[in-house]
């Protein structure tokens, strides 16, 4: 009796491992684990870079490597969705769960040019096509109808986020909205961005999500075609390979205060690395953010080979 009972509590403990393992516990046992690891280059120089703000982690340890007014205040853009996305596949009891658009959920969005995936009021789609649309083309309508339907409204919603972001320490970060539409006192930093994309990349969801280069939804009651939208990074990187290794994925920003943003990660000589930068002004390529994630992951590889 003993040993079946034994049993029966091993099995129970195992499930709910398997259950909890998305929902965050991945990211504790990686973070407890990496804590004991060392990053195979320990500094790192980023200067020469388009970005007034930027931050490399070792992905594995969580340890700073290089640094430019990492923990300054700066205004994070759609790297906001980020957030908005983990906290969503957490919240979600399926990612297949569908989801009518209604017409008060673009309200705002075409007055601040918000970019958007495509959707139609009225419109039905699942979660997980929302999910898709939030992170690779940048749908603001995609984040309202999944913080309206997981917590109400958009300011419930927002609650979450910002709790979400104690939990993880990120101290120089408060959130307004689900879209990273400029608001004054909806802010972070680099170095906290960085900590929440160690954190989302423990999620396979998010993980395969922010991977993806493009995404094709199935048809719906207004797209008998279902729509395919593109990586705002993936559509503007002629070429993810860098010195040792590859980008991986990552989430770009922009409005006029905030600069272009970047939160990216690579993997160089085996190993994983987070880059986040923010406040490149604009240029004539239109993509100093995404330049500078290709100079420092090469210039990370070279060293990592000399190593």
């Known amino acids: 009796m003993l040993i079946c009972a034994l049993i029966e509590v091993a099995v129970l403990l195992a499930l709910a491992v398997v259950i909890c393992w998305d929902k965050g516990i991945s990211s504790w046992v990686g973070n407890f684990t990496g804590i004991f690891d060392r990053p195979v280059v320990k500094e790192l120089d980023l200067s020469g870079i388009n970005s007034s703000n930027a931050v490399l982690m070792d992905a594995k340890s969580g340890k700073v490597i290089g640094e430019i007014d990492g923990k300054e205040a700066i205004y994070p853009a759609s790297m906001t969705k980020i957030m908005t996305a983990i906290v969503a596949i957490e919240s979600l009891d399926s990612l297949e769960k569908e989801i009518t658009l209604t017409n008060e959920m673009f309200e705002g969005l075409y007055e601040q040019n918000a970019t958007q995936a495509g959707f139609q009021p009225g419109e039905t789609v699942k979660a997980i096509d929302l999910l898709y649309g939030v992170m690779l083309p940048s749908g603001a309508e995609c984040c309202i109808a999944l913080a309206d339907e997981i917590a109400g409204s958009e300011a419930a919603f927002v609650e979450k986020m910002n709790k979400k972001a104690d939990r993880l320490g990120m101290k120089t970060t408060n959130f307004c909205d689900t879209t990273g539409l400029h608001d004054p006192d909806h802010y972070s930093s680099a170095y906290d961005i960085a900590v929440l994309m160690r954190y989302a990349l423990h999620n396979t969801t998010f993980r395969e999500i922010i991977e993806a280069p493009y995404h094709s939804t199935p048809s ?81 590889g070279t060293a990592a080979g000399t190593n």
């Open 220 to 300: 719906t009651n207004i797209h008998p075609d279902g729509i395919t939208y593109y990586s705002t990074m993936f559509k503007n990187l002629n070429d993810p390979s860098v010195t040792g290794g590859r980008i991986l994925g990552g989430k770009t920003g922009y409005t006029g205060e905030a600069g272009h943003c970047l939160a990216s990660f690579a993997e160089i000589g085996g190993r994983e690395y987070i880059l986040v930068t923010a406040g490149a002004p604009a240029d004539t390529t239109g993509i100093p953010h995404i330049q500078d994630a290709q100079t420092i992951y090469n210039r990370l």
